[in-house]
Structure formats: C-alpha cells, structure tokens
C-alpha cells in the first residue's frame, strides 16, 4: 500500500477545520489514491458517490484520537449552526449497500481509508473512515467478524487528519488531548467540515498525478501550458524567447507521502464503525 500505482484514481479532499479552542480556522488538501486493482467494488462505490458530489459540505462526525477519523455521512451537514445536524447523523447513508471486500494487499496502515459498516459484513454503503494510526486489529485476520475492508490510503495532508483526530470532542470537550479509549460517540466540538471531494487524477508509478486520458485537451497555446508547470516569471521568460507552438496539455502535482509520521498502536475502541 505505500507504493503508487499506474491508473489508481487520486482524490482531493479540501477540509476546514478548528484544532482546539483558541485556534483559528484551518484550511487543507487531503491527497487519497484508491487501489481499484485490489478493490475494484468498493473504489467503484467511493468514486460514485464522490463524482455525484454526496460528500461535499459534510463533516467528520466521529473522532477517536490515535485509532480513526470517520466520515461519509451524507446526513452530517449542519442544519443552521454546528452541531446541530440531521438525526440520523452517524447512522445514515444512501441505502445502497456493497459487499465486504478484502483482498490480502490492503490492511490498516496508517493513512490508510477503509468502509465503515454495522455488524453485518456486507452492510458498507457511504460511510468511510481513516486510520490515523495502524489499526491492524480491525483487519480481518485479526478478528472473528471478517474485519474491515481498506480499500486506498492517504498520500499527502495527513498531518490535517492528525489535527482533526486531536480536536476537542463530546468525549473529551477539554481539548487538554488526554485520550479516552473508552470514547465512542466522538462528535467534534467545532465543525471539521469536507468542503469539496473531487477526483483529480490518476497516479502513475513515478509519483505524479496526471488527468485521465479521456480528458486530456490539446492545449490553445505554448502559454497555457507553461502556466500549469511553471511560475510565472518563467512564463514570461520563454513567452519572450520560444515561438508559440501547440502542444498537449498536462497537470502535474507531486504525491507527497508523509515522512515523519509516530506509529501508536492502536486498541480497538468501538466495533460500530
């Protein structure tokens, strides 16, 4: 899973959020790939939902320091001003269910994104969560329910999940970041809302993120294209010295994988997921 791999869908989270009581508001990108070659079910599911824009305006209605960041509730939008929200906030979905799905290459790594479900196995349906610390015990060899099924990982911005997975919580309103492993309900105490989900791209081996093939467009101009790649006084720069041509059109945005990341064991705090 910490390799990238040619034509895995990438996707961008765009978050808000408040890490304590006397912090601002912080805004971050959140950089996801899918592994639809060992998961092509529930990355289908995912890529659904996040092209239909389900996900946008929602937040992370559970948090659980060192164990997971969940979301994907499509219920969980504010109704007037945070927290107030749908009733059926933490429980609801589309309707549509998919079946658990594992394959021997995914595990819960940290970063890693994985279907939240209820007691049946095949229950997954919108709801997604992140481990924001290894949480091999929610594997399934690691269990007697057949686990949980992970599916991508998070390639860059985790240090905003590791911001949100501190926020003060119904469970620990202090935000003195004392951890509860008995803490189950996890609302955050300000809003960590996703403002947008989007596909962006697919991953290719050498760490880049390049449009699908289907969308690539032969670019107007030499100008439109060194804007993408470049800053603009080099644009300038080769505007003056390099005839116009026509070439094709291409964005290009590094995978950064989070370097410095601490390896808590994590312990198994609530099965409903």
């Known amino acids: 899973m910490m390799e990238s791999y040619k034509g895995n869908a990438v996707i961008e989270l765009q978050v808000t959020y408040q890490e304590g009581h006397f912090s601002g508001q912080t805004d971050g990108t959140i950089i996801i ?5 060992w998961a092509p079910i529930t990355t289908e599911n995912m890529i659904s939902h996040v092209e239909s824009g389900l996900y946008d305006g929602i937040f992370f209605h559970r948090v659980i320091n060192d164990f997971v960041t969940q979301s994907g509730d499509p219920t969980c939008k504010t109704l007037g001003a945070y927290p107030a929200t749908a009733p059926s906030c933490g429980s609801g979905g589309t309707g549509e269910t998919i079946p658990l ?6 595990s819960h790594v940290d970063g890693a994104i994985a279907m939240a479900r209820s007691q049946d196995p095949d229950s997954a349906d919108a709801q997604w969560y992140i481990a924001e610390t ?27 999940i590791r911001a949100i997975a501190e926020t003060p919580t119904s469970d620990e309103p202090t935000g003195t970041d004392v951890d509860n492993p008995f803490s189950s309900a996890g609302r955050p105490v300000y809003e960590a809302k996703i403002t947008s989900m989007v596909m962006i791209g697919v991953a290719d081996p050498d760490g880049t ?6 969308e690539v467009l032969e670019s107007s101009s030499f100008a439109e294209t060194v804007v993408k790649v ?3 006084p080099l644009v300038l ?16 945005e590094p995978l950064g994988m989070y370097k410095e990341a601490i390896i808590i064991d994590a312990e198994l705090i609530d099965d409903g997921l």
């Open 33 to 37: 790939e899918l592994f639809e070659q």
């Open 101 to 106: 799905e594992l394959n021997d290459n995914l």
């Open 134 to 160: 290894e949480a091999h015990n929610l594997d399934p060899e690691n269990r007697d329910d057949e686990g949980y099924a992970t599916f991508g990982i998070v390639r860059d911005g985790m240090t905003h």
């Open 209 to 214: 993120i390049r449009n699908p093939p289907s």
């Open 230 to 232: 470049v800053t603009i």
């Open 237 to 252: 720069l080769l505007l003056a010295a390099i005839p116009v041509v026509v070439v094709r059109g291409r964005s290009e």
